[in-house]
C-alpha cells in the first residue's frame, strides 16, 4: 500500500495548490507531438478544481541548462492544456519572481495557472531551497504528480515539500502502487524483461531483481556485454568493455534464473532493408554486429512470458526503431499483450513500442517514468516521494 497522503487526504476548497507536474513532453516547432503525460496529469487537476482549489502548475521541459531559453517554454504546453480542458489556462513567464507572483494573487477557484519551466533557473536541479521557498510561497499546499522526476532531487520535486503540506497526486499513486506491489509483493512467476542499450545502466536493477524476480530475460544490446563476457566474440556489436567483469559476476550469481537470448539477428550495418542473417549466439564475424534477438529466443522468452503471473519489462530486445531489427520488440510486446499476467511496462523504448503496436489496452500498466521506475526496480526511494507526507 501506498504510506503517503493523497490529494484525497486534504481539504484544499478555496486554497491554491502548487502541483509538480511531468510536462517534459517532445515538442516540435510549437506544436505537442506526445500528449500522454498531459493527459496522465488531467485527473488530479480536475479533482482539485471540482474541491475548489485554484491549481498552479510547474514542470520542467527538456534540458535548458539553468536559464532561460525559448527552445524550451512551457507555453505551448500551456495553450494545449487549455485545448484540451476547453477553459483558459494562465500562463507566468516565470516560476517565481514578479511574473509568478502576480499571475498566482490573481488566481480564484477553478483557475489553472501554467508557470514557465523550471529549468530556467540553474538552482533547479541543484534542489536550491531559496527557489523552492519561493515557488512554496505562490501556494497554499503542494502535489507532486510528477511520477517521471520523482527521482531526481530538485526544487520542484523535493525542496518544495520541505515548505509546504506535501502529498501525492493520482498519477504518482498509480504509478507508485503498481511497480511497488510487483516488485514487494509480485503474484508468482514474477519475470522481469531487461533490454536496451547498456548493461551499466542497470546492473543495480539485475541485482535487486536477483533477489526478487523468479527470471530475468536479457535483450538489446546489453546482451552482448553478457556474450563478450562468457568468451563469445560478438564482431562489431555494441558492448561495454569497462563492466565485463561485472557482467561475469551477475551471470555467476543470476545462474538459471539470468536468461540470455540463444540466438541473433545480424547485420554489417545498422540500416533499414540491408541483409541480415539469423545465428545462434557463438562467434559474430568481425564487420558484423548483433541488432535483435532471433526467432528461437523469441519463441523461448515468449513461454516464459506466457507462464509468468508477473510481468515488468524495461528496454527493446533490439534496434528497434530500424524496422528490420525491430522484430524481438514487438513480439516481446505481442507476447506480454496476449500473457493473462499482471503487466507493467516501464517508461520510454517499451512503452513507445506496445503505443506503436496497438496492444496499450492489453498491458495492466505502462509507466510514465522510465528513470524514475527504473530506480523503483532497482530498490531505491525516490526522493520526490520521499518528501510527501506520511498518511
Ligand atoms: P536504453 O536507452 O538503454 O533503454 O536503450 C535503448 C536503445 O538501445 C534503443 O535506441 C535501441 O536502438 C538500442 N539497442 C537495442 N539493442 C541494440 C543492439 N543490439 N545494438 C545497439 N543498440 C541497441
Known sequence: ???????RDIDVKGKKVLVRVDFNVPIKEGVVQDDTRVRAALPTINYLLEKGAAVILCSHLGRPKGTPDPKYTMKPVAEYLGKLMGKPVAFAEDCVGEPAE????????????????TRYHAGEEKNDLDLAKQMASLADVYVNDAFGSAHRAHSS????????PAVAGFLMEKEIEYLGQAI???KRPFVAILGGAKVSDKIGVIKNLLAKADAILIGGGMANTFFKAQGYPIGD??????????????IAQGGTKLRLPVDAVIAEKMEEGVETKVVPVGPTPDGWRILDVGPQTIEA???VIAGAATVVWNGPMGVFEVPTFAKGTFEVAKALAASKCVSIVGGGDSASAIQKSGLADKITHISTGGGASLEMLEGIALPGVAALQDK
Open 1 to 7: 500500500m501506498f504510506a503517503k497522503k493523497s490529494v
Open 102 to 117: 502576480k499571475a498566482a494573487a490573481t488566481l480564484k477557484p477553478g483557475d489553472v495557472l501554467v508557470l514557465e519551466n
Open 184 to 186: 514487494d509483493d509480485p
Open 301 to 303: 522468452y515468449g513461454k
Open 237 to 250: 556489436s555494441l558492448v561495454e568493455d569497462e563492466v565485463l567483469d561485472l557482467a561475469r559476476e551477475l
Open 157 to 164: 520535486t523535493e525542496g518544495v515539500a520541505r515548505f509546504l
